[in-house]
T-cell receptor, first 118, second 113 residues
Framework: AQSVTQLDSQVPVFEEAPVELRCNYS??????LFWYVQYPNQGLQLLLK??????LVESINGFEAEFNKSQTSFHLRKPSVHISDTAEYFC????????????????FGQGTILTVHP | DTEVTQTPKHLVMGMTNKKSLKCEQH?????MYWYKQKAKKPPELMFV???????INESVPSRFSPECPNSSLLNLHLHALQPEDSALYLC????????????FGSGTQLSVL
């Protein structure tokens, strides 16, 4: 079984400031890690994912996350945020070798609401 | 087409009503999911269908009845719901490998009166 802890429920920042949204996970097996973003009254959109290889993964809109196995973390960062980044962000984990009926079981953190102020 | 389409977007129903939520995808995905998301909470998995067969039921009450009539469609039949069932119901689909990402629909916002 896996669990995910997002350490901040709300993060307010000013536009063009850097931001870090923190995520720690717990698992007895290897995992795949994901960040999803949810805008108001919308479904979830995949922002980025770590499956294997380079521990630093990037999205097309300037976010990046680094997988740190020793600290069991997958923090999300952006060097300069925009008003349009205001949304709720969910960190999620799935067992890497989950087969059979387990592959669909994403475990989500509680979410972090990022609010970007002008 | 990389969309998961859910209808209706909003639904208000009484506790004695019967209604259905619908989900459709044309990406050739053979895994489809129902999630429930209460306000200010993360999504919680309800059901997983794999190749049109129910593979995971996360101990969901029987007043929620899923159905997968074909590889593109997923329904959630609702009957005798309670006010605490009010939530955003999200459908998702994916390939069947554990590396596959989930594509989510925009959800149905359900209110039970």
């Amino acid at each position: 079984a896996q669990s995910v802890t997002q350490l901040d429920s709300q993060v307010p920042v000013f536009e063009e400031a850097p931001v870090e949204l923190r995520c720690n996970y717990s698992s007895s097996v290897s995992v795949y890690l994901f960040w999803y973003v949810q805008y108001p009254n919308q479904g979830l959109q995949l922002l980025l994912k770590y499956l294997s290889g380079s521990t630093l993964v990037e999205s097309i809109n300037g976010f990046e996350a680094e997988f740190n196995k020793s600290q069991t973390s997958f923090h999300l960062r952006k060097p300069s945020v925009h008003i349009s980044d205001t949304a709720e962000y969910f960190c999620a984990v799935r067992g890497a070798n989950a087969g059979g009926t387990s592959y669909g079981k994403l475990t989500f953190g509680q979410g972090t609401i990022l609010t970007v102020h002008p | 087409d990389t969309e998961v389409t859910q209808t209706p977007k909003h639904l208000v129903m009484g506790m004695t009503n019967k209604k259905s939520l619908k989900c459709e995808q044309h990406m050739g995905h053979r895994a489809m999911y129902w999630y429930k998301q209460k306000a200010k909470k993360p999504p919680e998995l309800m059901f997983v269908y794999s190749y049109e067969k129910l593979s995971i039921n996360e101990s969901v009450p029987s007043r929620f009845s899923p159905e997968c009539p074909n590889s593109s469609l997923l329904n959630l039949h609702l009957h005798a719901l309670q006010p605490e069932d009010s939530a955003l119901y999200l459908c998702a689909s994916s390939g069947t490998g554990s590396r596959e990402k989930l594509f989510f629909g925009s959800g149905t916002q359900l209110s039970v009166l």
